[in-house]
């Protein structure tokens, strides 16, 4: 009965730890993207096929952005005459040290320092990078002619969401520009945001997505188990089983799918195996929605309600989001894993701020 | 203590601002408590005494009361 239990699934630690994908590439100017010098009067020329390296990175999902010692305006101007502006998130064009932009860079999207590479033809700036941020990978110019062949670049999976990745970073850069003007508490500026919530079975379409999901997930993911497509295929076509799948948008646009949970119907209880909210999703307040749902729809059906969790080093978040739920653990397994169980005599409703559609 | 995180929880909940919540008043049945609250509390009951909660003590009943949030920090207070 029981056979999906956490542990088989767990994958070694060095199968997936060996190749970190990278998430963001950030481009050197002057003889890395282009030959010459701007700032030097040059008629600078961009590098043969480097307009479609950043193409297909942006299509695999990866974002690219900039770190390099020039006047900003005048380096914009001229990536905007190349056609190429749009692709660059938060570049960093200034004449301070590379390292620095850097951490800008990682700070402002959210990313592991560990997922950058840095890409310029001087010897020095890598240096200088590396020394700082010994995590960030640095390679040379001449690299670039490899670099979608490069293992941490080749690993991205290839779906809908990701090719849509810089535009949604663009939208939250719209949408924390007005949160700064915004006077109020976090949640009357939810209110302002028009979200909808849509939650479906997973389908064919949304497999790779899925897949994608359950390893890019850390903050908010109840047991950093992954689970591949072939995984999620056999799963959703078990009646056994229901997965579930989570989309969110709001007036800026969608956030993608972002949610994801495989529930495992037993006689009495509906048992969560599997639950993560993408970290896009960490500051707009719906971390708690799906559980909710699952809640509800066990309440219903007169099913009592179990979840997997297990406890890694970055998933407290979701700890906090089951045990102010009022989950509460009832089993220690081997594992490290822990079963959590909700009595289900209070179930809190949706947040008011949310407009939640159920779709199946 | 308990005036600190009064101030807190007033800043962050859709309470009537005439009326001070209780000692005792609990907060989850106040108005809607999101998720996204429950994780800025927390944040905010380390950050402002200096303490780190342990799993075990991030549960429901030891947040919902200002009573029960300062009897918390007592206890962490006391260990260091």
Known sequence: MNTQSGAERVRPVSET???????????DLDHTLWTGVLAEGDDVVLKPGLGDVLYQLDRRGILNSISSRNDHADAMRKLAQFGLAEYFLYPQIDWGAKSVGIAKIQSQLDVGMDTLLFIDDQPFERDEVRAIHPSVECVPAESYVDLLDHPR???????????????????????????E????????????LAMRFVISRAQEADLLRAEELTIRTN??????????????????????????????????????????????????????????????????????VLLTHLMQ???????????????????????????????????????????????????????????????? | MREKIREFIMANVNVDEDTAVKDDDNIFRLGYVS????????????????????????????F?????????????????
């Open chain 1, 219 to 288: 903050q908010l993911n109840a047991t950093g188990i992954t689970y591949d497509s072939d995984d999620l295929r056999r799963l959703m076509a078990s009646p056994m089983h229901s997965l579930l799948i989570c989309e969110l948008s709001d007036r800026y646009g969608s956030y993608g799918k972002i949610g994801l949970a495989l529930l495992e119907h037993q006689a009495q209880y509906d048992y969560i195996r599997l639950l993560l909210m993408s970290c896009r999703t960490v500051s707009r307040g719906v971390g708690s």
């Open chain 1, 153 to 179: 670049l080749r690993a991205a999976i290839m779906t809908e969401d990701a090719g849509r990745r810089r535009l949604m970073y663009l939208h939250e850069q719209a949408r924390r520009q007005d949160q």
């Open chain 1, 17 to 27: 730890s060996a190749i970190k994908p990278v998430k963001c590439v950030v481009w």
């Open chain 1, 297 to 360: 729809r066990a309440r219903v059906r007169g099913k009592g309600l179990r979840a997997d969790f297990r406890r890694t080093d970055r998933n407290r978040q979701m700890l906090v989001t089951y045990q102010f739920s009022g989950f509460r653990e009832i089993e220690r397994c081997d594992d490290r894993r822990t079963v959590f169980e909700h009595d289900l005599a209070v179930v809190q409703g949706f947040p008011p701020y949310i407009d939640v559609l159920i779709d199946y």
């Open chain 2, 64 to 80: 919902s009361t200002i009573d029960a949030m300062a009897k918390l920090v007592g206890k962490y207070r006391t260990y260091s």
């Open chain 2, 35 to 62: 998720s996204l609250f429950a994780m800025r509390l927390l944040n905010f009951i380390e950050a402002s005494f200096a303490i780190t909660v342990d799993d075990e003590d991030i549960a429901l009943v030891n």
């Open chain 1, 181 to 192: 003007c915004f006077v109020g508490t976090p949640e009357a500026f939810l209110a302002t």
